[in-house]
């Protein structure tokens, strides 16, 4: 079984160089970008974001002859110390997607201007449940809202989502669609 893990560096010089790289998470969808944001107010609190992938055993080598059953959801973690440590893993209540392939979408975390709300955006694809998904944690990545559906579009491959807190609080998510258009939504507080 493969197994993709996500890993970080650091530069405190402009990126003329790096330290060595350190694993963080593992299990990450080899084909969707990763995203990391940094608590306003506090450098040292990170949260991370990954489409994680759990391999069902003698599937993950032939995606044309096996059926498609690697369940890809979204997970987070966050951590305390400037990213070296991001403890365990939690789900942001996503939705189970059985997939053999490269979905290629990528989520995004992000912070309110107080720090004091974290909004997650993603994208599924299982059968049920495709569209585009919100939902927030107010208690720091443990527990997240139920998902709110944004659109039944589905997001064109290579599209990852861009999102983000206005300064009146309201959470502003956007996306390629299939058919070459760009959509935006927003979620106010109420």
């Not at 400037?82 to 365990?88: K, L, P, V």
Request: charged letters at 20%; one cysteine or more.
């Amino acid at each position: 079984m493969a197994v993709m893990l996500v890993a970080l560096q650091e530069s405190d010089d402009d990126a003329k160089s790096f330290t060595p790289s350190w694993v963080v998470k593992g299990n990450a969808c080899q084909c969707c970008r990763p995203a990391l944001a940094q608590r306003p107010g506090d450098p040292n609190t990170l949260a991370l974001v990954w489409r994680d992938v759990e391999f069902k055993p003698g599937t993950q080598n032939h995606p044309m002859v096996y059926a498609k059953t690697d369940d890809r959801r979204i997970k987070i973690a966050v951590s305390h110390d400037g990213g070296h440590d991001f403890g365990a893993a939690a789900s942001v209540n996503d939705f189970d997607w059985y997939l053999q392939a490269c979905p290629t979408i990528g989520p995004s975390i992000f912070y309110d201007p107080t720090g004091r709300r974290m909004g997650v955006a993603w994208f599924n694809g299982s059968a049920d449940y495709t569209g585009v998904y919100y939902a927030e944690s107010t208690d720091g990545g443990v527990t997240f809202s139920a998902p709110a559906k944004l659109t039944d579009d589905i997001v064109a491959e290579g599209f990852d989502l861009v999102a983000g807190f206005d300064s009146g609080g309201n959470a502003w998510v956007g996306w390629g669609a299939a058919g070459e258009h760009l959509q935006l939504a927003t979620i106010t507080r109420s």
